[in-house]
């Protein structure tokens, strides 16, 4: 698990700017400069690292969306990231930190768009995985729901993105094939078959790694790529 030694291990928050940089700041003890607290943190962290430490401020936040931090939410948390039991404590400090302070979200969905402006399937990723972890207490409260629509708008998705997203999270036999397609129904096969080939391309693991996706958290982009292409062969027996 090298993402959580380099992360948690040293002391990247002296070298993160805007409000990733201040929270780690905080936690460490450090005082950010006021050039760094402006500025981005791209050059100073690998992409890796700022996938993962996006995903546990994030989810800290999601998790109090609806009032309540649920015990399945938290379980999900530890899970997806596959947070190794050396390094719970320290996640766990950074987690309940930016749980309980007052900043919202939206300055952090704004840092990490700016970071990965340009790869809106990475951003996608994230998304994905926020629906995971507002899914493992079973419901996705209206809350939680509108949080997560607020930052993928704030990645710069549109609803037909976060809707296919979202419906590509059901089972085969349940989702609609057109959503997870971002298609429509009167649209000619080949243009269908343009889309797919596109999602594909976007989603497959090996690209999303070297984008910055850590392989602790591409499952999740596996099940979107078993949903495009089932999705594909739904379409293909729809239209025939």
């Not at 207490?137 to 710069?156: N, T, W, Y």
């Not at 790529?225 to 739904?234: D, F, G, L």
Request: charged share 25%.
């Amino acid at each position: 698990m090298a993402i959580w030694g380099s992360l948690i291990g040293g002391m990247i928050g002296f070298s993160l700017g805007g409000p990733f940089g201040m929270l780690l700041g905080s936690l460490i003890g450090g005082k950010m400069s006021r050039s760094r607290s402006g500025g981005g943190f791209r050059s100073f962290a690998q992409p890796q690292q700022i996938f993962a430490l996006s995903l546990i401020v994030l989810s800290a936040k999601l998790s109090k969306a609806d009032g309540q931090v649920s015990r399945e939410e938290l379980i999900a948390v530890k899970d997806k990231l596959k947070i190794p039991e050396n390094e719970l404590d320290q996640v766990g400090k950074i987690f309940n930190k930016a749980k309980e302070e007052s900043t919202g979200y939206e300055p952090y969905a704004r840092q990490i768009a700016d970071v990965y402006k340009g790869n809106l399937n990475v951003l996608e990723e994230v998304i994905n995985t926020l629906f995971y972890i507002a899914e493992s207490d079973g419901h996705v409260s209206d809350k939680e729901l509108e949080m997560i629509q607020d930052i993928a708008r704030i990645f710069g998705l549109n609803d037909i993105q976060i809707n296919g997203i979202r419906e590509s999270r059901k089972s085969s036999d349940k989702l609609n094939p057109y959503i997870v397609l971002e298609s429509k129904p009167e649209d000619s096969l080949e243009t269908i078959r343009k889309r797919y080939l596109k999602l594909s391309k976007e989603h497959h693991p090996d690209l999303l790694m070297s984008k910055g996706v850590p392989q602790e958290v591409l499952d999740e982009s596996k099940a979107k790529m078993r949903a495009v292409n089932s999705a594909w062969s739904q379409i293909q027996k729809l239209k025939n």
